[in-house]
């Protein structure tokens, strides 16, 4: 299942629907909202998404590591819009035969989704706001454009 | 000519002030000659060292691709997700 959602996320409901006989390993990844960054404290994350494109890389990604492992089933489940702190972000349950692949593909699902699914994360905390990831961005200028 | 519809999202959207943008290009103009247009429109979006990513009906387009009347155009800063 492939799910791009503004709700909670249910990871108990994604997971009891890879359960199968086949499958000797259900390996189940949350991504969770954190409260800090470099020190300063995070109120809240906002993300946001090209849903159209997201929808279909995420797609692509579960077909990739589906075709790399010998796997039975995989659920990518990504929120978008506000997330408070401590809420799910991302939900990702591999279904195998065997945990060695289970693991092993998590990982590199994890890894896939945050390199080329188009959706930011903003982190907002007191006094200001961040794109995460466009460091590069930056302006050196002394009158840099900082997305507050 | 040809219009192009640009859709900025996340850090390019709000340093641009609005989701969408019209742009006129010489038919047969490619992604590279799309992003130089959008860059002078709009200096403040990118410092010129970094490296734009455009995507063309929702996949990774290449500098060299050539863009159609109608094409869906984004601006996909650098991805955050997970």
């Known amino acids: ?148 | 000519m040809m219009k192009i519809e640009a859709t900025f999202f996340a850090l390019y959207r709000e340093r641009v002030g609005k989701r969408k943008h019209t742009v006129q290009l010489p038919e047969n103009s490619t992604v590279s000659e799309f992003v130089s247009q959008i860059r002078q429109q709009f200096p403040l979006m990118a410092p010129p060292e970094v490296n734009i990513v455009v995507a063309v009906n929702a996949e990774y387009a290449d500098p060299g691709d050539l863009l159609h009347e109608g094409d869906d155009v984004c601006l996909i800063p650098p991805v955050s997700g997970g």
């Open chain 1, 1 to 148: 299942m492939i799910q791009l959602t503004l709700d909670p996320l249910n990871p108990e409901e994604i997971t009891t629907g890879m359960r199968s006989n086949a499958n000797g390993a259900v390996v189940t990844f949350l991504g969770t909202t954190r409260d800090s960054f470099e020190g300063k404290k995070v109120l809240r994350l906002e993300y946001e998404a090209y849903e159209d494109m997201a929808i279909k890389k995420l797609e692509e990604v579960r077909q990739e590591i589906q075709d790399e492992f010998t796997l039975e089933d995989i659920s990518i489940c990504h929120r978008i819009g506000l997330v408070e702190i401590g809420e799910i972000s991302l939900v990702v349950v591999v279904a195998s035969p065997h945990r060695k692949e289970a693991f092993l593909a998590c990982q590199k699902i994890v890894d896939r989704v945050k390199e080329i699914v188009p959706i930011w994360k903003k982190e907002v905390f007191e006094g200001g706001s961040h794109w995460v990831s466009c460091e590069d961005h930056e302006f050196e200028t002394p009158t840099s454009q900082h997305s507050v």
